[in-house]
């Protein structure tokens, strides 16, 4: 075989010539105008530690960029950038406005680049854009009052920036959209009327904003709508009565941390597809409606932190994965059957909610996933050495407030526990060693003696026992 410096050097020359002709006529294909449009984004880019755009350089083929995709005549109809959450993949600078000059662009993502600031108008010069995530950036700015004018959009999402003022009412003549979402920003305002012309969303994400004012009765228009997200708001009112029409195919209800009042309505019994519902943290009083019996195949549900009252209704659900019902007015007595056989439970929470038994007759049917359990100030006697017997994820124990009565000693206590609060109990035995790897630890009021392991915890997280002693408390007598 030939090797290569076998070759006649004109053969060789001949060959380079090659090369470089077909190398011109690739670099040839990307238009003018979005090559100096995505170098202008580049040079608006400080810092970009990960070298996502090491491959953008001036002459060569812009089709061929990473993250850039072209389609007929050449034209960069895709742009997609995105940091991985943990890794150094960050974007320092500023959106360059120049980016309105890819005419055809079809689809920007731009997603946990972390620090790219910049406001959403450039995004004004591109009438045919369909889809605009930009998530988890530093936007700021309004979103442009002539948003409107952007009618090929199938989906927008500024999801995760700091964008300010309110959401304008133009979003209506997007009769396209299929998603918008707007969540965890700094908007203000009202949940503009003219959404109701959206008759193709599927997805609606306003949460984590200063939105307020009641939640408009139009969800009659949505016959597609499945995630409904609205939660950590200022919206005041009832549930609007028009959310009974989503009950055929809504999967997600969020509209936890608001100051939204009135009973919680029966209709909700009939959300047949229903997997999360979070009520949490608002001012919802009178029962829990009956018709909850038919939520069969509810996995999470948080009714936490509001005012409601007994009876709880039993519930006829397969599975519950993670359950709150804390700090409401509830006397459950124990804890529920539907609750103790689900066979995937991970998150149980059932704080201030009367609570009286025995805790070592209590014997759930699976355990293994439990990563949280909060049963703080309930009546609860005995011990939780069976229950966290076989709980290997566990993250956060809290059980302040009760009547446990237990060796130490004996908790298993695993890798993984991060957060436990056994204060103002009845608690005896030495503290263990195991205690070390916890992070945030209170043992107060509790009947512990002996002598603390080596801890990093104040004198605060072991204060009024029988006789515990040494650092960070007093000495031990010898
Ligand atoms: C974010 O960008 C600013 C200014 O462009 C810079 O000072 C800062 O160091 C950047 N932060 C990170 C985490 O890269
Ligand atoms: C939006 O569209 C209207 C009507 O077509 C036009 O008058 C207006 O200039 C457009 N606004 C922007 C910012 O392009
Ligand atoms: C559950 O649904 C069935 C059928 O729609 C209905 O007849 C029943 O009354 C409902 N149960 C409750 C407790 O609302
Ligand atoms: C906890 O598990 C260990 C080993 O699986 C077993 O020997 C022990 O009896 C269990 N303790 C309780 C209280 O269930
Ligand atoms: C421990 O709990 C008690 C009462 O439950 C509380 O007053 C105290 O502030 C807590 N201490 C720490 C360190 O969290």
């Not at 109701?196 to 949505?222: A, C, D, H, R, V």
């Not at 029409?245 to 009939?270: M, W």
Request: glycine letters at 8%; one cysteine or more.
């Amino acid at each position: 075989m030939l090797s290569f410096s076998q070759f006649p050097v004109p053969l060789f020359f001949f060959l380079s010539i090659l090369t470089l002709q077909c190398l011109t006529s690739i670099a040839a294909k990307c238009h003018m105008d979005d090559e100096s449009a995505l170098l202008a984004f580049k040079s608006g880019i400080t810092s970009d530690p990960s070298g996502m755009l090491a491959s953008w350089k001036a002459g060569t083929d812009c089709c061929t960029w990473s993250g850039v995709a072209c389609g007929e005549d050449n034209r960069v109809t895709s742009l997609s950038l995105s940091g991985q959450p943990g890794k150094n993949e960050i974007l320092s600078g500023t959106i360059s406005s120049s980016l309105s000059k890819l005419k055809k662009l079809n689809s920007l993502y731009l997603y946990d680049l972390k620090n790219l600031t910049g406001t959403p108008n450039f995004l004004l010069g591109l009438p045919e854009i369909g889809y605009v995530y930009i998530e988890n950036n530093k936007l700021s700015g309004r979103i442009p009052t002539s948003i409107g004018n952007l009618t090929q959009l199938v989906a927008l999402s500024f999801f995760g920036n700091q964008l300010t003022g309110p959401i304008p009412s133009s979003i209506g003549q997007l009769t396209q959209l299929t998603q918008l979402k707007l969540g965890d920003n700094l908007l203000t305002g009202t949940i503009p009327k003219t959404f109701s012309k959206l008759k193709s969303l599927n997805y609606l994400n306003l949460e984590k904003n200063q939105l307020s004012g009641s939640i408009p009765n139009f969800f009659n228009s949505f016959p597609e709508l499945i995630i409904l997200r609205l939660s950590y708001n200022k919206f005041t009112g009832n549930i609007p009565t028009s959310i009974a029409t989503l009950a055929p195919q809504l999967r997600f209800l969020e509209l936890g941390h608001n100051y939204l009042t009135g009973q919680i309505p029966d209709f909700l019994g009939k959300f047949r597809a229903l997997d999360t519902l979070d009520l949490s943290s608002n001012k919802f009083s009178r029962t829990v409606p009956k018709s909850f019996a038919n939520l069969t195949k509810i996995f999470n549900l948080d009714l936490s932190r509001n005012l409601l009252v007994d009876p709880f209704p039993i519930l006829f659900v397969k599975g519950i994965e993670s359950l709150d019902l804390s700090y409401n007015n509830f006397h459950l007595g124990t804890i529920p059957s539907w609750v103790t056989t689900s066979p995937i439970i991970y998150s149980l929470k059932l704080a201030k909610c009367g609570i009286k038994i025995k805790l070592d007759d209590c014997n759930p049917k699976t355990t293994y996933f439990y990563d949280y359990i909060d049963l703080s100030e309930n009546e609860i006697s005995g011990s939780p050495i069976g229950w966290l017997n076989k709980t290997d994820f566990l993250v956060g124990f809290y059980a302040s407030g009760n009547k446990l009565k237990f060796d130490l000693e004996k908790l298993r206590i695993v890798q993984t526990l991060k957060d436990l609060d056994l204060s103002r109990n009845m608690i005896y035995g030495k503290v263990p060693k195991a205690i070390s790897g916890i992070q945030k630890l209170n043992l107060s009021s509790n009947h512990l003696c002996g002598q603390l392991p080596p801890t990093k915890f104040g004198a605060n997280s072991f204060s009024e026992n029988n006789c515990l002693c040494g650092s960070p408390l007093p000495p031990c007598k010898a």
